[in-house]
């Protein structure tokens, strides 16, 4: 049990007790006294197992926060401040995500400019909008410098990175704001590049020149991860390709890929085609002459049956051409266009005239039209085409289809082609625990489902450089295979605008010197070393022993495929374990339409104006009243049910306090049996609500609790009202107040970790330091209940209901005095009642005879109630 209560040195109790204006008055105190710095000495003096360290998620500073961080913040921040009351030492960065293709979309919008990394750097530049150019297209924004660009992205960030830490104190989220940092600042992109290095010295990275998404908006690769299948509107057109012994028709919604086709490809058992393979038919209007080939992932149902195989029109096409090790014939280039210069296998052939005149250069939508055009000349179109909906590939944040197309791009593996690595992967998985543990699934499924290695290069300006360089040869071509790396101790490094150790800035671009790669980490590759960045693996051993592997990682499910599982494979291949010990799952905020809010869609709510309409502690309640992994719906009724019970706790403190001292030790004063029953049952919730936060079930803490809380008020308080003012003798007295300030004082610790604010205030009124590094209750914190009976003030609440009720329904106020009552029910249920009558009699106003009758359930009968009189006018 924790030390007696005292007032001595506390704050002085207000007359009129209000959340108003608690945010600012606390934050302040919190700020000015450290109260969630994590102590660095005494946690390594005392171990691993004293530190409870968090891989707090580094939101995207681009644009606003909104409710969904709110929720998810919440839950992780509870289960802090659970944690540090339990004694451990709490581990609790910030960081911000501020690199990657969401900023750079934010900084065109804001200052219409685009970065064009052909463009010289101008000193001193000024954009030409500041926060009103969303409404421009990119072809009407300011192309300028690489490096003007990312000073922009920089200086943007920052501004938005203050908004953000607003908001976040203002949320009492109980972050240690010295242990911070960005994912663009020099020791995030220092860490970055010295593990994607020892990627490549371990042969985990590497280079290849393949087929991969393209996003032609963005002009960059896209990973898997990164992948959102959509309806798209689009046709099927049926062309016949040219057998020896007739047509051989195939249905596209392609059509514009015929001068890339490679292979025709039907299932295996299938008999409609099985004399065919084997042999070779011609490209309608063009005239090349390819095979016909089996390969079991065609589908016999769909369409003809037999599919076109191009370089490249789907995913599909890439696993037939790796699988049957078709030539490469690719005519799509990174703008989306096609190729200008007529493909080297169309020449001299029937329609290399039709390729040069009509498709060349063309959108593919323009190509497809004209190829359409040329087929039903031909006569190879059959019929016309049929509008369908297909699903295609989008880039997450894209507008328009993915392309396939072949580039030189930097690889981490992952599993997706190594089967060893991927069950290696899947046992990862399983050495973190899940919370709820049903996501598990969701992670082993999306790694089961792996189809290639992870593509970490991107083609864009804001971001962890590669930290590679490669040498010219005579004729100035790049040697890709012999890379020319940095030492560890000279990251980061910028290789379009540093030279490498042994050359000079005069040699960039010259035969015979060298040339940086131009490409940047994908903002994954620099997110899946957050325990890495914010432990200091590369600069701080010890401390990194000190938290590493993290306790949790708490997240959005939605990102499971990526940062979650990113981070266990960085993990796994730097340190042959898993980055954290558990995994706690946040779900999604739905609008009132049950759809999940977003940006993109236009539904999302931002928090700063719910916070102050409802207070901070009454959102709060609203998120944490959300379990992990559960979706829940956006509800100002709860955030006003959480205000309610924010003025309750300060109200009930007051009351509680206003007695004055109890002299001598408090748990030896609590005599009285209803006294004894309320701290019983109070210890009894104690243990529920700590098993709850064990569970990671932070919600049923605050259930259990609060339940209590309004039974404690509605009944308990009703009750001894009378005892704690002396109406009864100043032992009995003793006992009630005894029994109040215990009480709250565990409840105002129980409460604390979801109501950080109304608590600290509450405990301010009584206590020195804060409750926030007060020990988590235990059961033997109300141990002055020991041997009380729970079901006493059950009952006797339930017979104080009875009277109002019969107040209520006699339309009489319940300062009407009760002349005479017969309370009826079982045995048990009115000797309970007997022990507490003088509190009943009190808190209902009974002032005549009270019967006692044998019911099967509590009853109140024949009350005669005497109405207070009316003043006379």
Same mark, same amino acid.
């Given at each position: 049990?924790?030390?007696?209560?005292?007032?001595?040195?506390?704050?002085?109790?207000?007359?009129?007790?209000?959340?108003?204006?608690?945010?600012?008055?606390?934050?302040?105190?919190?700020?000015?006294?450290?109260?969630?710095?994590?102590?660095?000495?005494?946690?390594?003096?005392?171990?691993?197992?004293?530190?409870?360290?968090?891989?707090?998620?580094?939101?995207?500073?681009?644009?606003?926060?909104?409710?969904?961080?709110?929720?998810?913040?919440?839950?992780?921040?509870?289960?802090?401040?659970?944690?540090?009351?339990?004694?451990?030492?709490?581990?609790?960065?910030?960081?911000?995500?501020?690199?990657?293709?969401?900023?750079?979309?934010?900084?065109?919008?804001?200052?219409?400019?685009?970065?064009?990394?052909?463009?010289?750097?101008?000193?001193?530049?000024?954009?030409?909008?500041?926060?009103?150019?969303?409404?421009?297209?990119?072809?009407?924004?300011?192309?300028?410098?690489?490096?003007?660009?990312?000073?922009?992205?920089?200086?943007?960030?920052?501004?938005?990175?203050?908004?953000?830490?607003?908001?976040?104190?203002?949320?009492?989220?109980?972050?240690?704001?010295?242990?911070?940092?960005?994912?663009?600042?020099?020791?995030?992109?220092?860490?970055?590049?010295?593990?994607?290095?020892?990627?490549?010295?371990?042969?985990?990275?590497?280079?290849?020149?393949?087929?991969?998404?393209?996003?032609?908006?963005?002009?960059?690769?896209?990973?898997?991860?990164?992948?959102?299948?959509?309806?798209?509107?689009?046709?099927?057109?049926?062309?016949?390709?040219?057998?020896?012994?007739?047509?051989?028709?195939?249905?596209?919604?392609?059509?514009?890929?015929?001068?890339?086709?490679?292979?025709?490809?039907?299932?295996?058992?299938?008999?409609?085609?099985?004399?065919?393979?084997?042999?070779?038919?011609?490209?309608?209007?063009?005239?090349?002459?390819?095979?016909?080939?089996?390969?079991?992932?065609?589908?016999?149902?769909?369409?003809?049956?037999?599919?076109?195989?191009?370089?490249?029109?789907?995913?599909?096409?890439?696993?037939?051409?790796?699988?049957?090790?078709?030539?490469?014939?690719?005519?799509?280039?990174?703008?989306?266009?096609?190729?200008?210069?007529?493909?080297?296998?169309?020449?001299?052939?029937?329609?290399?005239?039709?390729?040069?005149?009509?498709?060349?250069?063309?959108?593919?939508?323009?190509?497809?039209?004209?190829?359409?055009?040329?087929?039903?000349?031909?006569?190879?179109?059959?019929?016309?085409?049929?509008?369908?909906?297909?699903?295609?590939?989008?880039?997450?944040?894209?507008?328009?289809?993915?392309?396939?197309?072949?580039?030189?791009?930097?690889?981490?593996?992952?599993?997706?082609?190594?089967?060893?690595?991927?069950?290696?992967?899947?046992?990862?998985?399983?050495?973190?625990?899940?919370?709820?543990?049903?996501?598990?699934?969701?992670?082993?499924?999306?790694?089961?489902?792996?189809?290639?290695?992870?593509?970490?290069?991107?083609?864009?300006?804001?971001?962890?450089?590669?930290?590679?360089?490669?040498?010219?040869?005579?004729?100035?071509?790049?040697?890709?295979?012999?890379?020319?790396?940095?030492?560890?101790?000279?990251?980061?490094?910028?290789?379009?605008?540093?030279?490498?150790?042994?050359?000079?800035?005069?040699?960039?671009?010259?035969?015979?010197?060298?040339?940086?790669?131009?490409?940047?980490?994908?903002?994954?590759?620099?997110?899946?070393?957050?325990?890495?960045?914010?432990?200091?693996?590369?600069?701080?051993?010890?401390?990194?022993?000190?938290?590493?592997?993290?306790?949790?990682?708490?997240?959005?499910?939605?990102?499971?495929?990526?940062?979650?599982?990113?981070?266990?494979?960085?993990?796994?291949?730097?340190?042959?374990?898993?980055?954290?010990?558990?995994?706690?799952?946040?779900?999604?905020?739905?609008?009132?339409?049950?759809?999940?809010?977003?940006?993109?869609?236009?539904?999302?709510?931002?928090?700063?104006?719910?916070?102050?309409?409802?207070?901070?502690?009454?959102?709060?309640?609203? %998120? *944490? @009243?959300? /379990?992990?992994?559960?979706?829940? &719906?956006? !509800?100002?009724?709860?955030?006003?049910?959480?205000?309610? =019970?924010?003025?309750?706790?300060?109200?009930?403190?007051?009351?509680?306090?206003?007695?004055?001292?109890?002299?001598?030790?408090?748990?030896?004063?609590?005599?009285?049996?209803?006294?004894?029953?309320?701290?019983?049952?109070?210890?009894?919730?104690?243990?529920?609500?700590?098993?709850?936060?064990?569970?990671?079930?932070?919600?049923?803490?605050?259930?259990?609790?609060?339940?209590?809380?309004?039974?404690?008020?509605?009944?308990?308080?009703?009750?001894?009202?009378?005892?704690?003012?002396?109406?009864?003798?100043?032992?009995? %007295? *003793? @006992?009630? /107040?005894?029994?109040?300030?215990? &009480?709250? !004082?565990?409840?105002?610790?129980?409460?604390?970790?979801? =109501?950080?604010?109304?608590?600290?205030?509450?405990?301010?009124?009584?206590?020195?330091?804060?409750?926030?590094?007060?020990?988590?209750?235990?059961?033997?914190?109300?141990?002055?209940?020991?041997?009380?009976?729970?079901?006493?003030?059950?009952?006797?609440?339930?017979?104080?209901?009875?009277?109002?009720?019969?107040?209520?329904?006699?339309?009489?106020?319940?300062?009407?005095?009760?002349?005479?009552?017969?309370?009826?029910?079982?045995?048990?249920?009115?000797?309970?009642?007997?022990?507490?009558?003088?509190?009943?009699?009190? %808190?209902?106003?009974?002032?005549?005879?009270?019967?006692? &009758?044998?019911?099967?359930?509590?009853?109140?009968?024949?009350?005669? =109630?005497?109405?207070?009189?009316?003043?006379?006018?």
């Amino acid at each position: 049990m924790t030390d007696a209560p005292t007032t001595s040195g506390a704050a002085t109790i207000p007359d009129k007790p209000s959340i108003e204006g608690l945010e600012d008055k606390w934050a302040q105190v919190w700020r000015e006294q450290g109260t969630y710095t994590f102590d660095r000495a005494t946690a390594l003096a005392r171990g691993r197992e004293s530190v409870f360290s968090i891989d707090t998620p580094p939101p995207t500073a681009s644009g606003s926060l909104h409710m969904g961080h709110v929720f998810s913040y919440t839950h992780t921040d509870c289960m802090a401040r659970y944690k540090r009351m339990q004694g451990l030492e709490v581990f609790y960065p910030i960081g911000w995500d501020d690199n990657g293709l969401p900023t750079e979309k934010r900084v065109q919008n804001y200052y219409g400019v685009r970065g064009d990394a052909s463009l010289p750097y101008v000193e001193g530049f000024e954009p030409p909008h500041r926060g009103d150019a969303k409404s421009l297209k990119a072809a009407d924004t300011l192309p300028i410098s690489r490096q003007n660009f990312i000073e922009l992205c920089d200086e943007l960030t920052v501004e938005d990175e203050k908004a953000f830490e607003s908001l976040f104190r203002r949320m009492g989220f109980s972050l240690d704001w010295d242990i911070s940092y960005r994912t663009i600042d020099d020791h995030s992109r220092a860490t970055a590049q010295q593990a994607f290095l020892r990627n490549l010295a371990r042969g985990e990275a590497y280079q290849s020149e393949a087929p991969g998404l393209w996003d032609v908006t963005f002009q960059t690769a896209v990973a898997q991860a990164e992948l959102e299948a959509r309806d798209y509107p689009g046709a099927y057109h049926r062309v016949a390709f040219h057998g020896a012994d007739g047509p051989i028709h195939i249905e596209t919604t392609r059509p514009e890929l015929i001068p890339s086709a490679v292979a025709l490809i039907a299932h295996p058992d299938d008999e409609r085609y099985a004399a065919l393979f084997g042999t070779t038919v011609r490209s309608p209007l063009f005239g090349v002459e390819i095979p016909v080939v089996a390969h079991p992932a065609a589908e016999p149902d769909k369409g003809a049956g037999i599919a076109m195989c191009c370089t490249f029109g789907d995913l599909t096409d890439v696993l037939w051409w790796r699988e049957l090790q078709l030539p490469t014939r690719s005519v799509i280039t990174r703008s989306g266009r096609i190729q200008a210069e007529t493909p080297e296998w169309l020449a001299g052939s029937p329609g290399e005239q039709l390729f040069a005149e009509q498709v060349a250069g063309k959108t593919t939508f323009s190509a497809r039209e004209a190829i359409v055009a040329a087929l039903r000349e031909s006569g190879d179109l059959d019929g016309e085409p049929t509008p369908t909906q297909r699903k295609a590939n989008f880039y997450e944040r894209g507008e328009k289809p993915l392309e396939i197309v072949t580039s030189r791009q930097w690889y981490i593996r992952n599993g997706g082609r190594d089967a060893d690595l991927n069950a290696e992967m899947i046992e990862r998985g399983r050495q973190v625990d899940f919370h709820p543990a049903f996501m598990r699934a969701r992670f082993e499924n999306w790694v089961s489902g792996l189809n290639g290695d992870w593509l970490v290069s991107r083609q864009r300006f804001f971001g962890v450089p590669i930290p590679v360089w490669y040498p010219l040869d005579d004729q100035g071509e790049p040697v890709w295979d012999k890379q020319l790396v940095p030492s560890e101790d000279q990251l980061p490094v910028d290789p379009a605008a540093q030279a490498p150790e042994g050359y000079d800035e005069s040699q960039r671009g010259q035969a015979g010197g060298f040339v940086g790669d131009p490409d940047i980490m994908d903002t994954w590759a620099t997110s899946s070393l957050t325990p890495q960045i914010a432990g200091r693996w590369r600069d701080d051993p010890e401390l990194f022993a000190g938290v590493f592997p993290m306790d949790v990682r708490p997240q959005g499910h939605d990102i499971i495929r990526t940062w979650l599982f990113s981070t266990v494979v960085r993990s796994h291949f730097e340190f042959g374990s898993v980055p954290w010990r558990n995994a706690a799952l946040s779900g999604w905020i739905l609008d009132p339409d049950r759809k999940k809010m977003s940006k993109s869609k236009g539904n999302v709510v931002t928090p700063e104006d719910v916070v102050k309409e409802h207070s901070t502690d009454a959102v709060r309640y609203w %998120a *944490a @009243s959300g /379990r992990l992994g559960a979706d829940a &719906a956006y !509800d100002t009724g709860q955030m006003k049910v959480g205000r309610r =019970l924010a003025i309750k706790i300060l109200n009930a403190t007051k009351f509680a306090l206003s007695f004055g001292e109890v002299d001598g030790d408090l748990a030896a004063a609590v005599t009285n049996p209803l006294d004894r029953a309320v701290l019983a049952q109070l210890g009894d919730v104690v243990t529920k609500a700590t098993a709850g936060f064990e569970a990671w079930d932070h919600t049923r803490a605050l259930e259990v609790s609060e339940t209590f809380f309004w039974t404690f008020c509605d009944d308990y308080l009703e009750l001894v009202k009378d005892r704690a003012y002396g109406g009864q003798g100043d032992g009995e %007295a *003793a @006992s009630a /107040r005894a029994a109040l300030r215990i &009480a709250l !004082d565990v409840l105002l610790r129980l409460f604390a970790p979801m =109501l950080p604010y109304v608590t600290e205030e509450a405990w301010s009124w009584w206590h020195e330091g804060s409750v926030h590094r007060a020990p988590w209750p235990t059961a033997a914190d109300a141990a002055a209940g020991d041997g009380g009976d729970p079901a006493l003030l059950a009952a006797v609440g339930e017979a104080l209901a009875g009277v109002r009720k019969a107040k209520s329904e006699a339309k009489v106020g319940m300062r009407a005095e009760v002349a005479s009552i017969v309370l009826a029910g079982p045995g048990g249920w009115t000797d309970h009642v007997r022990l507490a009558e003088t509190d009943l009699r009190a %808190a209902g106003r009974i002032t005549g005879t009270v019967d006692y &009758a044998e019911a099967e359930t509590p009853e109140v009968r024949d009350a005669e =109630l005497i109405p207070v009189a009316k003043p006379k006018a």
